[in-house]
C-alpha cells in the first residue's frame, strides 16, 4: 500500500472540504493506493454527527464522494466532477468507532464517464454503505487548466494497470 500526494496542496485557494489538511471544518481525508483500490483510514470525530454518537449519513457521502474523485485522480490521471451520486446506508457507523475504511474502485469507464463504487466499513470490517459515483471526466486540456498535473504516490509510482 502507498501514500498517495495530495496534488493540490500547492494550489492557491485550495480549501476542499474532503481533503484539504489546512481545512478546519473539513474531513482531511488521506488516500492510499493498494492494487486497483484507492483507500482511506479515517477517524470519525463527534461534530460530525447527525443522531447521537451516530455518523451523519451527508457527511458518509461526502467520504464516498471525496473517495471517488481520488480514484479519477490516481487511476485515471484526471480531474471531473460528479454527475451522479448514489449512496446506500446498510448500518449505521458510529463517531465513536476509533477508525472507518473508504475504499474506492473504478468499475467502468465509457467514454468520459467514469462508475465508482465506494464502500465505507465500520472499524470491525463491516460494510455499513455503499456508494455508486458516476464522474464526468475532463480531457487532459482542462485538467491542465484546473490546475492538475498528476496524481502520484510518494516514491514517485505511476498508477498501476
Known amino acids: 500500500m502507498k501514500k498517495i ?9 485550495y480549501d476542499c472540504f474532503g481533503c484539504c489538511p489546512d481545512n478546519p471544518l473539513g474531513v ?4 492510499f493506493e493498494d ?12 461534530h460530525y454527527q447527525g443522531w447521537i454518537d451516530t455518523l451523519h449519513g451527508g457527511i458518509q457521502a461526502t467520504l464516498i464522494d471525496e473517495c471517488a474523485g481520488w480514484v479519477v485522480s490516481r487511476k485515471l490521471q484526471t480531474t471531473g466532477v460528479t454527475s451522479r451520486l448514489e449512496v446506500r446506508y446498510r448500518k449505521p457507523l458510529m463517531t465513536t468507532d476509533t477508525q472507518l475504511t473508504i475504499r474506492g474502485r473504478l468499475r467502468e469507464l465509457r467514454r468520459n464517464l467514469a ?11 463491516h460494510v455499513c454503505a455503499e456508494g455508486e459515483a458516476t464522474y464526468f471526466t ?14 502520484h504516490t510518494e516514491d514517485g509510482g ?4
Open 158 to 161: 505511476q498508477p498501476q494497470e
Open 5 to 13: 500526494k495530495n496534488p493540490w496542496l500547492d494550489k492557491p485557494g
Open 138 to 151: 475532463f480531457d487532459a486540456e482542462k485538467a491542465r487548466q484546473m490546475g492538475f498535473s498528476g496524481c
Open 28 to 31: 482531511r481525508m488521506e488516500f
Open 115 to 125: 462508475v465508482i463504487d465506494v464502500a465505507i466499513e465500520d472499524g470491525r470490517g
Open 35 to 46: 492494487g486497483d483500490d484507492i483507500v482511506c483510514f479515517w477517524k470519525p470525530q463527534e
